[in-house]
Nanobody, 122 residues
Framework: VQLQASGGGLAQAGASLRLSCAAS????????MGWFRQAPGKEREFVGA????????YYADSVKGRFTISRDNAKNMVYLQMDSPKPEDTAVYYC????????????????RGQGTQVTVSS
């Protein structure tokens, strides 16, 4: 699976931002999808994931209630809606895919895309 993330940039705290990830190469609906991030000098951190059909979503406590992950299987796309972002959300965000959602949660996805930088200013 090839993953191409986009939508990152500079946002002010409290302003919304939406990341997109386009998938190609395999049957998209066979894969759980998710996002993780890595800030400078910090460990990678799970952000959120959704199952193959998009009916279930899981989030890190740090983003729960502020971020929403969704997918469009007809378009082979997954999204991360970032509402009320905070400066501590500044990081490179990576899109991930795996046939097992658990592998995304534990940060060992089979596939990951190149990152997109998100910078949130106060």
């Amino acid at each position: 699976v090839q993953l191409q993330a986009s939508g990152g940039g500079l946002a002010q705290a409290g302003a919304s931002l939406r990341l997109s990830c386009a998938a190609s190469g395999r049957t998209f609906s066979n894969y759980a999808m998710g996002w993780f991030r890595q800030a400078p000098g910090k460990e990678r951190e799970f952000v959120g994931a959704t199952n193959r059909g998009g009916s279930s979503t899981y989030y890190a406590d740090s983003v729960k209630g502020r971020f929403t992950i969704s997918r469009d299987n007809a378009k082979n796309m997954v999204y991360l809606q970032m509402d009320s972002p905070k400066p501590e959300d500044t990081a490179v965000y990576y899109c991930a895919a795996d046939q097992k959602l658990h592998n995304i949660v534990i940060l060992t996805p089979e596939y990951r895309g190149q990152g997109t930088q998100v910078t949130v200013s106060s």
